[in-house]
């Protein structure tokens, strides 16, 4: 026997309440099946899809003609002091990845229903490894904005170090969408059904095709606090179209909105999570 | 000391049909609401899996869950991995718990084979850099090396359980969960899983295993315990134990309704020894006599009794037919009822558990007027061999016949 066997005791009882700090304790203990979970979704993608990883550069840009040519040319938007082309294509990349995780992970406990009645492993790996999954389609998506910037006539400078923040900065949002509604779905399949349609209501209440600065400055904070995605959103666009820094004001209005968020759903999870295996 | 153990546990699965509609979960919070007013019990619909089940398991024990299907025995396993949690009482274990409770579950038809053992290792608890260093132990294990970069779904059944239980078996966890896997795989395969954990428990892992396959149980464990309906009914030495459940399958046997569609039924069946005294327990190599009571529905024209002794597997040890001898019942008309005795002067069988099986034919050998079924169980106990150690070489072939044989060396 070995010592491991001693140094900890596992007990599984039926008491109810929810200690997060032990379930975030389990969680960085077996964060190298999170990324097992993540790397497996990853591969599966694109397995026997002829265009292979040429799907995330096609995501992209096949709605970007859309916008330019409808929110651009018809209705008018302006690009908020860049062309519409750069303009549009910097928000509508890492808003395709909030998309792709909400859908990816909400789904990820269902898809995966089989494995979780035959074998233990933190209920919450497979939903955020499958959310965080996307990244490197966020990225693919990020070199092909930087790669067109000649023909949208997008501007960047220095301030391209702090995309990696905001990658994690709309990730936490995602994820506090992710978790409640993946565990949700466990028991109700209807939340599969319903999330394309809260998608795509999240995308218009969301400055994606509009920027935020349409909205006066007193409300812009509003939506930021309400919409967590905004202020991560107007950042990507800030660093990948018109090469400023973001506004960390609205940044940080979105970051402590969305971490508030995030352990709420966290939190619904757990609660959630015992059954999963009973009624998946 | 302990590395399992089960305080007081209970399981009840909740029926949730009503959850497939918003109207049906109306109706539930109403009756939810009217039973907390009216302060009573709300009654619901489900299954009470477990029932108040306790048990400790010594470390470094090989133990066994048995029972009959339904008996709770895998939600035991699955409330001691963590798949699921006790609605009462609670479960601890000391140490890193894994389980197979389904070779091949978690292998991923769309990834190849070295993905597969990567990832499916990961989520099972291995860790990355382990996994790199077992990586041709578990390939060479399940017998895929020349397949392992192609995807899984081109891989055979035999093959992706192999993968499977491969990779399970090697986290090498301080508590090892097993539910009939052993089941799966060719005889060779089933072999090498066996050794595989023998290996385990010897190597100082504590091991749980389920399995309907009596002699596997008999030579893998210690102890174990019969489950009923989610209750504990008897723990202790695995012979005992087995013992008990041999009964409580034959006391369910013998409350199972009749098949009034065959002709002929059993009315009672035992086994004798020499000297004509019922018994349940025999030497190899002694003399035993099968006594069978029949009762016929109509006049039957001379049937023909087939008797088997089986180990538990499928195909018969030894298989004896009147058939095949061409004997006839003496008298020209039969009673309606008759007794049948087989005398079998020699038992040549190695200690295990064995059933009797049954079957009736008419005189051609055509028509079955009984089937195959299960009408006795006995245990054969001792040494075959007066001067043997009783030693058996680890190849996990578990022939049963034993002859009378001798060794002569010639140099």
Known sequence: MTDSAVEYEIVHQSARRV?????????????????????????LRYKQAALGVGWAILKPLALFVPFLVFFGGAAGISGGGTTYAAFSLSALVPWQYVAAAVELGSNALV????????????????????????????????????VVAPLTGAQFGPSLVFLPLLAVLISLPALAVILPLSALAVYYRDVKYGIPLFIQLWLFLSPVAYPITALPPRLRWVMALLNPVSGPLEGFRRVLALGTMPDWGLLGISAASASVGLVFGYWAFKRLERAFADVV | MWAVRFEGVSKFYRERSWFSSLGGEFTNLRRHIGARIRRTELEQPGTLALDDVSFEVAPGDSFALLGPNGSGKTTALRVLTGITFPSEGRVRARGRVGALMEAGAAVHQELTGRENVYLYGSILGLKRRSLKERFDEIVDFAEVEEVIDKQVKYYSTGMQLRLGFSI??????????????????????????????????????????????????????????????????????????????????EHRRAARTIDDSMPIRVLSACCRDQDGVERRRFAPHEAMQICLEFEVAYPIDDPKVVIGLSDGRAVNVIECSMLEDNEHVCSPRLPQRWECRLTIDELPLKPRLYHVMCTVHDATGQARLFGWENVATFTVEGRTSPEGLGLVAQTGADVAVDVRHRWEFLT
């Open chain 1, 19 to 43: 200690s997060l700090r032990a379930s975030l304790h389990e969680l960085a203990a077996s964060r190298e099946c999170l990324w097992s979970f993540g790397e497996r979704y990853l591969r």
């Open chain 1, 111 to 146: 898809v995966d229903g089989n494995l979780m009645r035959k074998i233990y492993f933190p209920r919450e790996a497979p939903v955020i490894g499958g959310a965080l999954s996307n990244l490197p389609d966020l990225a693919i998506g990020v070199v092909i904005v930087l």
């Open chain 2, 168 to 249: 399970a078996s090697h986290l090498e966890p301080d508590i090892f969960a097993v539910d009939e896997s052993l089941a799966v795989g060719d005889g060779n395969f089933q072999e090498k899983c066996i050794t595989r954990m023998r290996k385990l428990i010897t190597g100082g892992t504590t091991v749980l295993f389920v399995s309907h396959y009596l002699p596997a149980v008999d030579a893998l464990c210690n102890h174990a315990l019969l489950l009923n309906r989610g209750r504990c009914i008897t723990q202790g030495d695995v012979e005992e134990v087995v013992q008990s459940y041999v009964e409580l399958l």
